[in-house]
């Protein structure tokens, strides 16, 4: 499934899937008026390199991404993760894809969480990937 481009920016983490089938998660860096420079997470970090539009997939947001972006699951009730700064708490719903409550479309997408993330806080969500 392709992303809709108009909704990255640099800094959103995709997943490609280039010409030799090799997956590979990326940062955005640039979005050029006909391609996309990106730098390689996983699995040669630091990797720059260019891609085509037809090549950007989105990245499926899951338990070990919310943990990867230091959201902490709730042990009462493991469907609730939140992230907590210093002045303010998030809470992401997995069955329901909502982030702190927004009426907005489900967010499904590692990408969408972290363009929620910056609307609500004007700051970019960590992400750690080992």
Known sequence: MQT????LRPGNIIVVYPRENQEGILSIL????????CKMLIPRKGYLFRIQFDEINPLKLNKGW?????FIQDPQDPDNW????????YQFTT?????NQALQKR???V???QNVFF???GKELTITIS
């Not at 809709?4 to 909704?7: E, F, H, K, V």
């Not at 919310?66 to 230091?70: D, F, I, M, P, Q």
């Open 95 to 99: 069955s329901s894809g909502s982030f």
């Open 111 to 113: 990408h969408e969480l």
């Open 66 to 70: 919310l943990a990867k972006a230091s």
């Open 30 to 37: 640039e979005i050029q008026q006909s391609s996309v420079l």
């Open 82 to 89: 939140f992230y907590t700064n210093k002045s303010d708490q």
């Open 107 to 109: 967010i499904i997408y």
């Open 119 to 121: 609307q609500l806080t």
């Open 4 to 7: 809709d481009l108009t909704q």
